[in-house]
């Protein structure tokens, strides 16, 4: 007999615990066969699909913060371009800019720069134009094209940003 935790047990015993414990683990193994493959591929896949969200996700992110650039520079440089001065407060004279010169001065810049060639179907969107003749306010459309996921939606993503400045005088 042996002593087992300061009791008498018969080795019968131990042998037959040990005994099924070896053939649990043996049958554990024989159905564990090849799970690992199968979570491992499942793994890769959620990563994989994870990468392609996020980079798809800075790419949207960046093209927009890029039009969201071009927009304010735009808009200023739209908002330098007033033909007129309002002389009829008593105070300083202020510029007057109209729709169509803020539009015009607006798509000027942007050919000058090169935008139209460098940005995905740029375009000059509703409202560009001056909301009360001292703001120049110019909005742009373009589509980003994000990689991997332009497979899955080839017209591209569609984004929008809007720039404001106030035409000021100085002295």
């Given at each position: 007999m042996k002593m087992l935790h300061g009791l008498e047990r018969p080795s019968s015993v131990t042998s037959t615990?040990?005994?099924?414990w070896r053939r649990f683990l043996g049958d554990s193994r024989e159905r564990d066969s090849g799970q690992t493959t199968i979570v491992l591929l499942g793994f890769t896949l959620v990563t994989l699909l994870l990468v392609i969200t996020i980079m798809a996700i800075t790419s949207v992110y960046i093209g927009e913060r890029k039009l969201q650039s071009l927009a304010d520079r735009a808009s200023s440089a739209a908002a330098?371009?007033?033909?007129d001065l309002d002389r009829t407060e008593v105070a300083a004279p202020s510029p007057i800019?109209?729709?169509d010169g803020v539009a015009g001065a607006a798509s000027s810049y942007l050919g000058t720069v090169g935008a139209f060639d460098e940005v995905q179907q740029l375009?000059?969107?509703?409202p560009t134009?001056?909301?009360d003749g001292?703001?120049?306010?110019?909005?742009?459309n373009a589509v980003v094209?994000?990689?991997v996921v332009n497979y899955i939606i080839p017209v591209g993503v569609p984004i929008t940003a809007t720039g404001d400045a106030r035409a000021v005088m100085g002295r």
């Amino acid at each position: 007999m042996k002593m087992l935790h300061g009791l008498e047990r018969p080795s019968s015993v131990t042998s037959t615990v040990a005994g099924l414990w070896r053939r649990f683990l043996g049958d554990s193994r024989e159905r564990d066969s090849g799970q690992t493959t199968i979570v491992l591929l499942g793994f890769t896949l959620v990563t994989l699909l994870l990468v392609i969200t996020i980079m798809a996700i800075t790419s949207v992110y960046i093209g927009e913060r890029k039009l969201q650039s071009l927009a304010d520079r735009a808009s200023s440089a739209a908002a330098d371009t007033f033909t007129d001065l309002d002389r009829t407060e008593v105070a300083a004279p202020s510029p007057i800019l109209t729709h169509d010169g803020v539009a015009g001065a607006a798509s000027s810049y942007l050919g000058t720069v090169g935008a139209f060639d460098e940005v995905q179907q740029l375009s000059l969107g509703a409202p560009t134009g001056t909301p009360d003749g001292l703001t120049a306010q110019v909005t742009l459309n373009a589509v980003v094209h994000p990689p991997v996921v332009n497979y899955i939606i080839p017209v591209g993503v569609p984004i929008t940003a809007t720039g404001d400045a106030r035409a000021v005088m100085g002295r």
